[in-house]
């Protein structure tokens, strides 16, 4: 928790260093990158100078088959790719390779302040309860593996997962982005918490304790 809290604040010390980042500007990337991000607007697109950043990419080769050739269709080396290899396997490979890169993107400053835009925009939706009221969703993967699960979406509100009309894998966000945008920007986006349903039969408040009010308690919200 400590480290989390420290990364947190030095995330926040470096946007006050890049005060002249434009957020409507188009990150730098290679053709690959640009026509798979534009058929999925869930995706936010990843600079070239994260990617090709070695360090950002450790413990990659080991989950990806064909890792090697993968990144070079990612980078845009496609000379340097023998004619042998399938071309499917190896954009299935780049494709996977691509959302795990893409997780951990969004752990960056960049990142979620690309995230930040489509979340105001509500390209992932709006939370389904009442009580929300409308509160923009997040995406968020069950695993970080890939193949496990297709991606959900997480409300900052009711603090509840809900299933997403979406089949990218939820890899492509893992479980940890929801509550690290949420410590990031804090100070800029504001995530009120619903008003617990309070149920009455004819204007009689039903006992908390009673079998037909337990429903309020399914979800519990931390006040």
């Keep these: 928790m400590f480290l989390f809290s420290k990364l947190i604040a030095k995330m926040q010390r470096n946007q006050h260093k890049h005060k002249h ?54 980078r845009g080396h496609y000379y340097d790719i023998p004619s042998s290899k399938s071309h499917n396997e190896l954009q299935q490979s780049a494709k996977t390779l691509y959302g795990l890169i893409h997780s951990r993107y969004l752990l960056t ?24 009221k409308n509160q923009p969703l997040l995406p968020i993967g069950l695993s970080p593996n890939p193949g496990e699960s297709t991606v959900k979406t997480f409300c900052a509100s009711c603090q509840d997962i809900y299933d997403a009309d979406c089949e990218l894998d939820g890899c492509y966000f893992g479980p940890y982005f929801p509550h690290f945008f949420i410590q990031a920007l804090k100070d800029e986006v504001t995530f009120e918490k619903p008003e617990p349903t309070k149920l009455s039969i004819f204007g009689i408040p039903i006992d908390p304790n009673s079998p037909i009010n337990r429903c309020q308690y399914v979800h519990p919200v931390t006040q």
Excluded at 23 to 28: A, M, R
Excluded at 60 to 70: I, K, P
Excluded at 110 to 125: P, S, W
Aim: net charge negative; proline share 4%.
């Design 109 to 132: 400053f960049a990142g979620v302040k690309e995230m930040q835009k489509k979340y105001e925009k509500g390209i992932y939706g709006y939370c389904p309860r009442v009580s929300c």
């Design 21 to 74: 980042f434009d957020t409507d500007s188009e990150p730098n990337t290679t053709e690959w990158v640009s026509d798979h991000v534009s058929s999925r607007p869930w995706l936010c697109i990843v600079e070239d100078t994260y990617i090709n950043d070695n360090f950002n990419l450790y413990g990659l080769s080991s989950t990806v088959n064909d890792y090697q050739n993968a990144l070079k269709i990612i």
